[in-house]
């Protein structure tokens, strides 16, 4: 019985969400038009790296539509061993207004012990931490949290901000902003 339920705990399906990394000011341009600046292409990058360091590969990963999440997902796999571009799609509900409810949705074809990665916005991805985990939590630019689901619900494992996820990639991140 102990065996099983310990099996059952480590076979619970993960929910990776990372945040879009820096991006150009609002009113640069339209805002789904927003690009990564150089520090956010390499905080993106820095991701990638960190998360192939880390051995973690993912069912699919989806992202918002806005043109700075696209990147940063684009960018965070073009270092990973395994083949990841086929993996990647754009999820609409992730421009905006994504909550816990949509986040289990999207979960719906993991299988158990699977991972998606999520690559979305604030104050999105905070509310879905708290909806799903009851922690409250700010994922900063280029930061990573990772919930472990259970049914309707979850336990926040790790909640990372860019800077030590360049420390786990090996390196380092251009200055300004956190």
Known sequence: MR????????????????????????????????RLTERGEAQARAAGIALARMGESFGEILFSPKIRARQTAEIAAEDWAEPARGKLA???PLAGGFDGAQAIEATAGVEAGGRLLLV????????????????????????????????????????????????IAGVLLPSGGE
């Open 120 to 167: 979305g916005h604030e104050p999105d991805l905070s509310r879905v931490i708290g909806e799903l985990t009851g922690a409250r939590a700010d994922v900063k630019k280029g930061g990573l949290a990772v919930i472990r689901l259970d049914g309707a619900g979850g336990e926040l494992l790790v909640l990372m901000r860019p800077r030590e996820l360049a420390l």
């Open 3 to 34: 065996r099983a339920r310990l099996q059952a705990i480590g076979m619970a399906r993960q929910l990776w969400l990372l945040r879009h990394a820096d991006a150009e000011p609002h009113g640069t341009r339209e805002d789904s038009q927003r």
């Open 90 to 92: 754009a999820h609409t």
